[in-house]
């Protein structure tokens, strides 16, 4: 099934992520609060810090009569400018408008079908959120504040513009089903984005891997040098991870692909509307079966930012890589220019700074989720006022990354590996000893007294400070009798790369039908 998602969503898009899409992330500030007035009054003298006194004072000003909110019918009286600036949304989920209509003009065709409005009305309504959806691509919508979120602004907009028949929209639905509705439809583009930006860094590190097909790299354990390995196969393992995480989007995806619209605040509606219409019109696979779930469940979040967090990791382990690697101690990798910084007052530093980022905003992410997590431990069914604040983080985590991706593929197309240099730091740490352990067991030793043997051939090896391939045969049958000749065709990183052979391991074979494999199913 995921493999399926994947082809659809992948042949969707060699594309970018869209411009609306990117725009849609960007963080929205909250206004600056003014300093309060000030009185002046006696200052006091103690300890030698000075104590002033302040007071607070009632500002009057031509101050404009409130808007009576949708909500209002039961208030006699305006909340405070204080508790409305506290429990506005709008500054940041204004980024979901584009979903929003989406529902609205689904709802309103529904709302139409079902005898509950007019074709009249509802031809007036799609018009209305036609001309809005422009208005606001175009930067003229002005965003209200008093109007609370985007649901209310969009509403109250196409109350202004049409009158009359957009006081039927919201029939049979409540913002519950709706803000739920729209982040659902939110958040299924931000993962199509996602793996697409997922898919760009797999070609950039296959494309890498390909360059270097044949170049020996020491691998490592612990940090410490281990066994000789070709560098596409270390590449291709990051190509795998990659894999995984695309799998992990499009399940999640095709978990939260169910529609909430309908549920209206907690239960339902005695009005008789077709779910499953607005369902498919939206591209759900069906509506959610219990009406409390739908507008309450925030688990398709939670997943999705774990997801994020995931590759997030990953990304952080190749940033960390990499960023040893172009260290003067390693120098296995020289980044070019234009992915480099320098230093404001060493001139002659190179930094791979856009690696670092990478690996210190993968702390973002994970952050995000955390956050999440806490938000929603506790509560209650069915919506509470708190999941208001499941958006931000979201936004946050994918924009970061969104961004995480897309520079690790742009470092990736503008490293070089410098291939003398790794040559000649390849003898140190005795790489092809297990080889030379594997030689052994063909020839009938354990491999517990073989791994013995080898290691007293390297400590012999360290107390002379030469290789292993370096040993004549007398001094290999010195330390045991059944070396033979044949040894030398396991000796030497070169050697010892020929002779792994098992699926999957660094071979040469076999790392080429693992490139091959993802040349094929990325379309290079």
């Known amino acids: 099934m995921a493999d399926s998602l994947a082809a659809a969503s992948y042949s969707a898009a060699a594309r970018p992520p869209t411009a609306s899409f990117l725009s849609s992330l960007t963080t929205h500030k909250f206004p600056t609060p003014k300093p309060p007035l000030s009185l002046s009054c006696p200052s006091h003298q103690s300890a030698g810090l000075e104590v002033r006194c302040a007071k607070m004072e009632a500002t009057v000003g031509d101050l404009k009569p409130k808007e009576t ?93 049409i009158g009359e028949p957009a ?40 494309t890498l891997a390909r360059k270097y097909n044949s170049l020996i790299i020491p691998g490592y354990t612990h940090l410490q040098r281990a066994q000789p390995v070709l560098l596409p196969h270390l590449l291709l393992a990051y190509v795998e991870q990659l894999e995984r995480d695309s799998i992990r989007f499009l399940n999640c995806r095709a978990n939260l692909n169910f529609c909430p619209l309908g549920a209206c605040a907690l239960a ?16 759900f ?5 219990n009406s409390i779930d739908a507008v309450s469940d925030r688990d398709f979040v939670l997943e999705f930012l774990s997801a994020n967090s995931i590759t997030a990791i990953h990304l952080s382990r190749l940033g960390e890589e990499w960023v040893l690697w172009a260290s003067e101690e390693f120098g296995f990798i020289t980044p070019n220019d234009s992915v480099s910084t320098g230093s404001s007052i060493m001139p002659q530093k190179k930094n791979p700074d856009p690696m670092e ?3 210190g905003k993968s702390a973002r992410v994970v952050g995000d989720l955390v956050t999440l997590l806490v938000l929603c431990k506790g509560l209650p069914h069915a919506y509470n006022r708190d999941l208001q604040e499941d ?43 297990t080889t030379v352990a594997d030689y052994l067991v063909k020839k009938g030793i354990p491999f517990r007294t073989s791994h013995d043997i080898v290691g007293r051939s390297v400590a012999y090896c360290v107390a002379k ?18 070396f033979d ?37 990325l379309g290079i």
Request: a negative charge; glycine letters at 6%; one cysteine or more.
């Open 465 to 482: 400070n030469s290789q292993l391939q370096d040993l004549s045969l007398d001094e290999l049958r010195a330390i045991n009798p059944v």
């Open 357 to 359: 980022l990478v690996r």
């Open 69 to 161: 909110k949708l909500w209002g019918g039961r208030f006699e009286e305006s909340v405070t400018d204080a508790v409305e600036k506290f429990t506005e949304s709008v500054s940041f989920d204004k980024a979901l408008y584009k979903q929003d209509i989406m529902g609205s003009r689904a709802h309103a065709t529904m709302l139409a079908s079902q005898g509950l409005m007019s074709e009249s009305d509802r031809d007036s309504i799609l018009k209305g959120l036609e001309t809005i959806e422009g208005s606001i691509e175009a930067g003229e919508f002005v965003w209200r504040s008093d109007r609370e979120d985007v649901h209310m602004n969009i509403e109250a907009a196409l109350t202004d513009l």
């Open 167 to 206: 006081k039927k929209l919201h029939t049979a639905r409540s913002r519950n089903d709706q803000v739920a509705t729209d982040f659902r439809l939110w958040c299924r583009d931000a993962i199509d984005n996602i793996v697409i930006s997922i898919r760009r860094l797999q070609i950039s590190l296959v």
């Open 485 to 521: 000749e044949d040894v030398y065709q396991y000796l030497g990183v070169e050697n010892s790369v020929k002779n792994f052979s098992s699926y999957g391991s660094t071979g040469s074979e076999c790392v080429a039908g693992q490139l091959q494999y993802w040349v094929s199913k």
């Open 391 to 433: 958006k931000e983080p979201v936004f946050d985590s994918v924009k970061t990354i969104i961004g995480m991706l897309e520079v690790s593929s742009e470092f990736a197309q503008n490293i070089s590996f410098n291939a003398e240099r790794i040559r000649k730091a390849l003898p140190a740490g005795y790489l092809d000893a």
């Open 285 to 289: 696979t069906a509506p959610l079966r």
């Open 268 to 283: 339902g509606t005695g009005l008789p509307i077709d779910r499953f219409m607005t369902s498919e019109a939206l591209g």
